[in-house]
């Protein structure tokens, strides 16, 4: 059973940080395409940063801010996320390709496998 499970949301101020966590069941191989993306009420899901096979990619919005990383050894995928503004709040979601070590960041249907989401609160 593939399983994706987030944590680590919750509300802060503009400015703060917070670090999500996506912890990813083993049958996912480590260089399948994972990322994170996220759904503001009202909008539609989109890329916020990705890791596979050619690096890590970003959102032009979160560039400087955020960052994406795979721990290995806790077959976890983190997002370290600064500087957070309110146009930040939304649900975030954890994703991962069966498959594909090379996906981009925009085409939601090259991902597999989601988590439920965790909530990030950004207030002004």
């Known amino acids: 059973q593939v399983q994706l499970v987030e944590s680590g949301g919750g509300s802060v101020q503009a400015g703060g940080s917070l670090r999500l966590s996506c912890a990813v069941s083993?049958?996912?191989?480590?260089?399948?395409?994972m990322g994170w993306f996220r759904q503001a009420p009202g909008k539609e899901r989109e890329g916020v940063a990705a890791?596979?096979?050619?690096?890590?990619k970003y959102a032009d919005s979160m560039k400087g801010r955020f960052t994406i990383a795979l721990d290995n050894a806790k077959n976890t995928l983190n997002l370290e996320m600064n500087g957070l503004k309110p146009e930040d709040t939304a649900m975030y979601y954890c994703?991962?390709?069966?498959?594909?070590?090379?996906?981009?960041?925009?085409?939601?249907?090259?991902?597999?496998?989601w988590g439920q989401g965790t909530q990030v609160t950004v207030s002004s």
């Open positions: 994703a991962a390709s069966s498959w594909r070590t090379f996906c981009r960041l925009s085409a939601l249907n090259e991902y597999s496998y």
């Open positions: 083993t049958y996912i191989k480590s260089r399948n395409c």
């Open positions: 890791i596979d096979s050619s690096g890590t």
